[in-house]
């Protein structure tokens, strides 16, 4: 029986493994993390991340064929295919600090892995990594190999959070990179004969091992350069009178460009986009590429303009003051369908508001209470290192009430702001939301969920990124 184990119990490790472990009843697979709280809830019925579809797979594998243990070295020595899906933060100080990626925690699973091994490995990539990681770990593997042969592949994930398991379960591609060498490509076949056991041959794609790597972040920068592209002539509608939605609707007929990533918002989250583009910009400053790096750098910059516009156009449309004033915050997972809080831009408007002394009534259908604090307390980049090694909170921030659903978080609210598209926003009691605010009242949608002439008619005076502006928001511009 093969057996397969995975380092990092994740957002990627864990829906990963456990479509492996579903779709090849005749593999053994293992996930393994040092978090022994994070695999009692992976063994619980409470899984630690929340995934349309997860538990389903999980129960129907669990104890049969999938397994998770803290027990790392263990399943380690026993895996004939090892995944290595652990964090790679970007660095906060040193060579690369706010650009680079931090590859300690792949550093130490190398040599843990040469330490424990006594028979021949594949090793494969599955976290984000910065090009050429493969050779770094390859080296470390090969100085302390003690006889053994490691192969290294490269295997990245190309998972959208809220669709993981469909997209696991019908993935547009599998990327799988090695050297092309004799065992390299033996290696492939090994990983190939996995996924081949339920995706179509023609849609498992193979190269080597520096295009594996690169076509990973060259993808999120893509994507991400999509949204900062529709953002920015959101911008620009709002000063025209043009209505973003119509204009990204008529640019998405094109069948060269299509439909997808088009939706004007807030800004993008997430853990990979801003890393990968971090990343990428690095890469491009140590290969003397000043220029390139450039271009992807204005990605991001437009990202966090969009962000800071946001809070500026919340602010200024209330009497250019929100202190002591009341905000609801409906959403703050980074999209709907998912808790995952990485990078969403509902912590910098958040921290935007608190700036300027607002009290804020938060509220996310899949977002705990400490999850929130935490957020809004850590630095930036503290989130993507394991949990037990993120710094705790010392209080909580006052300024902050976490509630349980839409209508405590407007209660008596000048204003309400939503930042994550979450279906149930669609459909809530305006009206009712209206009656129990204090006036005038604000509505501030980030997402363009909501029917904004709907709400004008009920009294709120409402505003959707990127579409024509109400008369009262044109009084009271901005300030960038």
């Not at 550093?107 to 330490?115: G, H, L, N, P, V």
């Not at 509608?237 to 939605?245: K, L, N, R, S």
């Not at 938060?362 to 980049?381: A, S």
């Amino acid at each position: 029986m093969v057996k397969i184990c995975c380092i990092g119990a994740g957002y990627v490790g864990g829906p990963t493994m456990a479509v492996i472990a579903l779709k090849c009843p005749s593999i053994e697979v293992a996930v393994v993390d040092i978090s022994k709280s994070r695999i009692a809830a992976w063994n619980s019925d409470q899984l630690p991340i929340y995934e349309p579809g997860l538990d389903d797979v999980v129960k129907q594998c669990r104890g049969k064929n999938l397994f998770f243990s803290s027990d790392v070295e263990k399943h380690v020595y026993e895996a004939d295919i090892v995944f290595v899906s652990v964090n790679t933060p970007t660095k906060t100080q040193g060579l690369g600090a706010g650009k680079a990626a931090d590859l300690t925690y792949w550093e130490s699973a190398a040599r843990m892995i040469a330490d424990v091994s006594k028979s021949d490995k594949i090793v494969v990539e599955k976290s984000t990594v910065p090009v050429k990681t493969a050779e770094a770990i390859e080296k470390i593997l090969t100085h302390n190999s003690k006889g053994i042969k490691f192969q290294i592949l490269s295997n990245p994930e190309f998972l959208a959070e809220g669709t993981a398991i469909k997209d696991l379960f019908n993935p547009d591609r599998v990327l799988i990179g090695g050297r092309e060498t004799p065992e390299g490509e033996k290696a492939i076949q090994a990983l190939k004969s996995v996924y081949a056991q339920w995706v179509p041959e023609e849609r498992i794609l193979t190269t080597n091992l520096w295009s594996a790597e690169l076509s990973k972040l060259a993808a999120n920068a893509f994507l991400a350069q999509r949204i900062s592209s529709v953002n920015a002539m959101s911008a620009l509608c709002e000063a025209t009178g043009a209505d973003v939605t119509q204009v990204s609707f008529a640019v998405g007929t094109d069948t060269r460009i299509g439909p997808k990533f088009l939706n004007a918002s807030v800004g993008f989250g997430g853990s990979c986009f801003q890393k990968d583009i971090l990343n990428l910009v690095y890469i491009c400053e140590c290969n003397g590429l000043p220029e390139v790096a450039e271009y992807w750098k204005q990605v991001i910059k437009i990202n966090d303009y969009q962000k800071s516009r946001f809070v500026n156009r919340v602010v200024s449309s209330m009497f250019n003051t929100v202190a002591t004033k009341k905000i609801g915050i409906l959403g703050f997972a980074f999209k709907k369908d998912t808790g995952d809080t990485r990078e969403t831009p509902a912590i910098d408007v958040c921290k935007g508001l608190l700036g300027d002394k607002a009290l804020l009534s938060i509220y996310d259908p899949q977002v705990t209470e400490d999850q929130i604090q935490r957020d809004l307390w850590m630095n930036k980049f503290d989130w993507d290192h394991p949990i037990h090694l993120q710094p705790t909170s010392p209080t909580t921030e006052k300024k902050v009430s976490v509630v349980w659903d839409a209508y405590e978080a407007a209660k008596d609210a000048d204003g309400v702001c939503i930042l994550t598209e979450w279906d149930e926003f669609k459909n809530l009691d305006y009206q009712r939301i209206y009656d129990n605010m204090r006036k005038p009242a604000f509505v501030f949608d980030g997402r363009n969920v909501v029917n904004a002439n709907k709400l004008r008619a009920i009294g709120f005076i409402v505003y959707s990124i990127g579409k024509p502006l109400d008369a009262w928001l044109k009084d009271m511009p901005a300030i960038a």
